[in-house]
């Protein structure tokens, strides 16, 4: 196992797969001369060469709509923006245009397409640069949306996303980038759509995805000194949901709580919160919780956004809460 950084699994696995199909290029803002904005495409350009890495121009309603007519005619572009706050501009080419392809053309044309970055808060950056969309992409059939939480994850999701025939968001963090994780030598893919259980436990569930798993695995460990015993979901995934992990996973604990960055109202939390009280209802000792950013816009100040995100605190009081603990 090599030990490398979040970015640098992210450049593997679009390498690998750039070298595996010649098909597959890299397009967005700053990721050809300047190596990237966070230099996940660092070498990429050296490589491969001005056809297959492409720098764009601040346009992502342009070079989105670009992509997805490539995509139309039987190439794989990976589309990066700088952060999927200013991805907002293109929706109209990834929720018009990408995702309805398939059914609008009767099955003549797919869209295998990857579009990928940053998104969520990352310190005092405001409002209009720290919003989770997840659950905003995820709500449109027709896209798959993938958001790991650790660069294992993320390599071999990324590379199942860019074979896959389906436009795929995949969601990362700028506060992940410099993570490290340990990567085999050996080439693998992990199956989209694959919940994982990141640690066992016996008394509640927590649901969590993308760097909010941190926060928590960190509230597990304190809860497991104070007796509890949390088992802890990654989703991967968000759409598809592997709902029957968490299920399963509550029909055994008896207790869910669900830790999800989003603003709270039609959050992904509230689907899986929905998915359980259909199908284990009878299953649940307590209410489910969720612990969710704030209903609000973020601020810039550092004790509002502390105020405003998830903590291990939140996370192990809404954990009592079912518990009866404390």
């Known amino acids: 196992m090599r030990k490398v950084r979040f ?6 696995a679009m390498s690998e797969e750039m070298r595996r199909d010649e098909t597959v ?4 803002e700053e990721v050809a001369e300047y ?8 070498g990429m350009l050296a490589e491969f060469g001005p056809k297959r890495v492409i720098d764009t121009p601040i346009a992502e309603l342009g070079f989105a709509g670009i992509a997805v007519g490539a995509a139309m005619n039987g190439v794989r572009p990976i589309v990066e923006f700088m952060t999927w706050n200013f991805a907002i501009l293109a929706f109209d080419q990834i929720i018009n245009g990408s995702a309805k392809m398939l059914s609008m053309s009767a099955g003549e044309f797919g869209n295998p397409i990857v579009f990928r970055g940053p998104q969520g808060a990352a310190g005092q950056l405001g409002a209009q640069h720290s919003m989770m969309l997840t659950n905003m992409l995820a709500s449109v059939p027709g896209l798959k949306v993938i958001s790991p939480s650790n660069g294992y994850d993320a390599k071999g999701l990324l590379k199942a996303a860019i074979r896959d025939n389906d436009p795929v968001m995949f969601m990362e963090s700028e506060q992940m980038y410099s993570d490290f994780c340990e990567l085999p030598d050996e080439d693998y893919v992990i199956p ?6 990141k640690r066992p436990g016996k008394d509640v569930t927590i649901v969590s995805y993308n760097k909010m798993m941190k926060i928590a695995l960190q509230a597990a460990e304190e809860l497991a000194k104070e007796g509890i015993e949390a088992e802890v979901i990654d989703l991967r995934t968000i759409r598809p949901l592997d709902a029957a992990t968490i299920i399963e996973s509550v029909k055994k604990t008896n207790r869910l709580v669900i830790v999800d960055e989003s603003w709270p109202f039609t959050s992904i939390a509230t689907e899986i919160t929905f998915q359980v009280q259909r199908y284990a209802f009878d299953y649940l000792d307590a209410p489910i919780r969720r612990v969710c950013g704030a209903d609000a816009s973020m601020h810039y100040a550092p004790n509002l956004v502390e105020a405003y995100m998830p903590s291990v605190a939140k996370v192990m009081d809404a954990v009592k809460s079912v518990t009866y603990v404390g």
């Open 7 to 12: 970015r640098d699994a992210i450049r593997e």
């Open 192 to 197: 989209i759509g694959v919940a994982e259980v």
């Open 35 to 42: 190596d990237g904005a966070y230099k996940v495409s660092q």
């Open 25 to 28: 290029f890299l397009m967005g």
